[in-house]
């Protein structure tokens, strides 16, 4: 498995942008497909956007298409999330993750997780 620490999160007024990231550590980071979830209280975790091991594709939900930007730099082991003209709905626990073989948007497919990092979107 690879370690996964997120940063980046915190408060933002509507309409403002953030971007987070995420440093892996512990294993081979350009083999794995990299994504980004979302979690608020009592629903389950949310894609929300995933790239290939190559940045060659890259595939998001359609609430944030557009808006949202992800992002891999395979020399440093990081992957980004540039979040743009974000609203309340974007308020959530996003999760870095990473996943050892081809490109899924289920979460129950990605092998590590990282512990997330807090997203607020004041109206």
């Known amino acids: 498995q690879v370690q996964l620490v997120e940063s980046g999160g915190g408060l933002v007024q509507a309409g403002g942008s953030l971007r987070l990231s995420c440093a892996a550590s512990g294993r081979t980071f350009s083999n794995y497909v990299m994504g980004w979830f979302r979690q608020t209280p009592g629903k389950e975790r949310a894609f929300v956007a995933v790239i290939t091991w190559d940045a060659g594709n890259t595939y998001y939900a359609a609430s944030v298409k557009g808006r949202f930007t992800i992002s891999r730099d395979n020399a440093k082991n990081t992957v980004a999330l540039q979040m743009n003209n974000l609203g309340p709905e974007d308020t959530a626990v996003y999760f870095c993750?990473?996943?050892?073989?081809?490109?899924?948007?289920?979460?129950?497919?990605?092998?590590?997780w990282g512990q997330g990092t807090q997203v607020t979107v004041s109206s």
């Open positions: 993750a990473a996943r050892y073989g081809l490109v899924s948007t289920s979460p129950r497919d990605f092998d590590s």
